[in-house]
Each structure stands twice: as structure tokens, then as C-alpha cells.
Nanobody, 123 residues
Framework: VQLQASGGGSVQAGDSLRLSCAAS????????MAWFRQAPGKEREFIGG????????YYADSVKGRFTISRDNAKNTVYLQMNSLNPEDTAVYSC?????????????????WGQGTQVTVSS
């Protein structure tokens, strides 16, 4: 199983980025997907998740209204659209997959993880 995250980069405050996470060797449609981030010196933080069955989405308060998660099961890919970025969003962003369960805010709820992609937002 492989989750490959991409799309990170360095941007200015107020800019947008879209991250992608492509999955291989799993039945993607059976997995709830989530995005987490980890800034230096901080714990890993749940950003949001998308449910495997009905594609319902859930977000942390810190990103609600700015970030949007979507998935394309035909492409085995989950996306994180990030708008109105600010320096507090600077972190390594990782995707995670959990089989046949509701998206969990705890990292231990996920069986597979991508390698992470760096997002840096300057003011």
C-alpha cells in the first residue's frame, strides 16, 4: 500500500494550494481519508476527513471555511484545497487512510500514511 502526497510548496499569506494524495494497492473506495499536519515542535493535528461511504466531510475548527477535502474514487485520489493560507498553516501535511470506519481525529485510527508534503506560508 502506498499513499503519495504532493502539491506542497512555499506561498504567500492569502494564497491557495491544492494537495493531492494518490493511493495505490488498496480498495480506495472502502477507505475514509484524512489529512493531518504537523508543525515543528507541535503534535500532529487532524485537519479534516472524508467518509468512505457517503463522502461526508469533517474539519478542524482551525481550517473550517478555508479548507475543503474531496475525493475521486476513479483516480484513487483525495484532495485538500487550501484557501486563505496564513503563516500558522505552515506544516508538513500528510494523508491517511482508514478502512470502513468514520474519519477519526486520532492518528492511531488510520492504517496507512503518506510521506507528507511541506507547506510553507510566509507573511
Amino acid at each position: 500500500v502506498q499513499l503519495q502526497a504532493s502539491g506542497g510548496g512555499s506561498v504567500q499569506a492569502g494564497d491557495s494550494l491544492r494537495l493531492s494524495c494518490a493511493a495505490s494497492r488498496i480498495t480506495f473506495s472502502s477507505y475514509s481519508m484524512a489529512w493531518f499536519r504537523q508543525a515543528p515542535g507541535k503534535e500532529r493535528e487532524f485537519i479534516g476527513g472524508i467518509n468512505w461511504s457517503d463522502r461526508s466531510t469533517y474539519y478542524a475548527d482551525s481550517v473550517k471555511g478555508r479548507f475543503t477535502i474531496s475525493r475521486d474514487n476513479a483516480k484513487n485520489t483525495v484532495y485538500l484545497q487550501m484557501n486563505s493560507l496564513n503563516p500558522e498553516d505552515t506544516a508538513v501535511y500528510s494523508c491517511a487512510a482508514a478502512l470502513l470506519v468514520f474519519p477519526d481525529v486520532r492518528p492511531q485510527g488510520y492504517q496507512y500514511w503518506g510521506q507528507g508534503t511541506q507547506v510553507t506560508v510566509s507573511s
